[in-house]
């Protein structure tokens, strides 16, 4: 009776350090066929000090040389890694930021206009940031940014050795790329401060250890609190947005105070690529980061299983609020109070004695415009023009609207692209010609912007 062939369904496969031994012993085999690397060992096994090393190599077990040549060369890198830190330390790679420095730190933000029902009609800036204070953000944020980012936030002083050892065996070893990074919160945030520079082979190792640096100056200058909401008020959600703030009135159209739970999980969930979990852009890849996120708050107990679920099962609801010259209220009221706004701030200086900047230095610009009437009438605009541009229309069928061929004559040598053509040293005659050829351009109409040729 012929035997049964074994069953190696259930047959427990290689161990993760295993697998982990194999990836190596592969990727050396790879390199080491490659025609420079194979002809930079046979020069290397024709070497005097390199056949007295593999003598002597044979004369050792296995243990013996994985303690000597493992404890040297541990040893040689301890003594490099601190040597490297105090070059850094001393400035060899660029200045730290003293702890002064550290304690002025400044955002740059946006000057908001109101109304004088305190509604707000519009920014100036150059980075579309409002801060907010640790009180103005919503607890689910606070809950959703440490459970995801950074776990032992307050626990550690800066620096999480704890996580660093679990990016070494898990992320590099065992290629688990849901293990996470090493970078607490506090060395992110002295990322976002201080952008990194560039220092050719080291930049990752030199940059890596400032941040710890910056990290360790800032933990003893700032309260746990205050550094996320340092953290809060940085942090970039694309689009030019900066900051929890600007993030929940754009994405939700409410304040960062009233954010929900799930929607909190959405805009934490954007940290890990601004653009990439985009909610708008890319909304199915938003939902499966939002839901990671909460996984992680339930993992580390701050909320529970019900309602972890619940959050789950809400749909991503976005309510998204343009901003920009164009958009919102009395546009064009705006970009006149701009112009104002540039002369009066010239006969006045800051406390410091340097002077007001429109769009980095978050002035507050009350009007006297009511914002209720001038969405009214705004509405009004949108409402009827169309009628009167159909009217219009009506009684001018076939004579031109400009009545004089030098209205257009001098709307043509307004625009930017005269005025470049001119530059550029071309002939009136030429650029009449390339005016006179149509184009593919958006113009406005009430119904919407179209293209027109």
């Keep these: 009776m012929e035997g049964k062939a074994p069953d190696h369904r259930n047959t427990p496969g290689p161990g993760r350090w295993q697998q982990a031994k194999t990836r190596i012993t592969q990727g050396l085999q790879r390199v080491s066929r490659q025609p420079v690397i194979a002809s930079a060992l046979a020069w290397l096994q024709r070497r005097a000090w390199y056949i007295r090393f593999t003598n002597w190599a044979a004369t050792q077990s296995r243990w013996q040389l994985l303690y000597k040549l493992g404890g040297g060369a541990f040893v040689t890198g301890f003594v ?12 060899v790679f660029g200045a730290l930021p003293t702890y002064g420095e550290l304690s002025r730190i400044r955002n740059n933000q946006a000057s908001e206009v109101y109304a004088d029902d305190e509604v707000l009609l519009g920014k100036y800036y150059v980075e579309n940031r409002v801060n907010a204070s640790f009180g103005e953000i919503s607890p689910n944020v606070i809950a959703a940014l440490v459970a ?7 626990e550690h002083s800066g620096i999480d050795l704890r996580a660093w050892v679990r990016v070494l065996v898990k992320t590099i070893l065992l290629s688990d790329d849901s293990a996470g990074g090493g970078s607490t919160l506090s060395q992110q945030l002295a990322k976002n401060l201080y952008p990194r520079g560039d220092y050719w082979f080291f930049s990752m190792l030199v940059n890596k250890i400032k941040e710890m640096f910056v990290a360790r100056r800032l933990e003893r200058i700032y309260t746990k609190e205050e550094l996320l909401n340092l953290y809060l008020n940085t942090v970039s959600f694309s689009e030019n947005i900066f900051g929890i703030k600007v993030a929940a009135q754009r994405f939700f159209d409410k304040s960062s105070k009233d954010l929900a739970l799930h929607e909190a999980a959405v805009l934490v969930g954007m940290l890990k690529g601004p653009t990439l979990y985009n909610p708008v852009k890319h909304p199915d890849r938003s939902l499966q980061r939002r839901n990671t996120v909460l996984n992680q708050m339930e993992k580390y107990g701050y909320i529970a299983a019900d309602v972890c679920e619940a959050a789950k099962a809400e749909p991503l609801e976005i309510k998204y609020f343009k901003e920009g010259n164009n958009q919102g209220l009395a546009t064009y009221f705006r970009e006149h109070l701009r112009q104002e706004l540039e002369e009066v701030l010239k006969d006045y200086e800051k406390p410091d004695g340097s002077p007001y900047n429109l769009y980095t230095d978050g002035l507050k610009i009350y009007t006297t415009i009511n914002g209720r009437m001038q969405r009214y009438a705004e509405q009004a605009v949108r409402e009827y023009m169309p009628e009167l541009q159909r009217r219009f229309l009506e009684n001018w069928p076939k ?3 400009w009545e004089k061929e030098a209205v257009v004559e001098w709307a043509m040598k307004q625009s930017d692209r005269y005025k470049s053509l001119k530059e550029q040293g071309v002939s009136y005659a030429k650029i009449e010609q390339i005016f006179s050829k149509p184009i593919r351009m958006k113009l406005f109409s009430w119904q919407g912007r179209s293209k027109k040729t």
């Design 399 to 401: 004579n031109k609207p």
């Design 80 to 91: 490099f890694l601190v040597f490297f830190s105090f070059m850094i330390y001393k400035g």
């Design 148 to 154: 995801t980012e950074d776990a032992r936030f307050f």
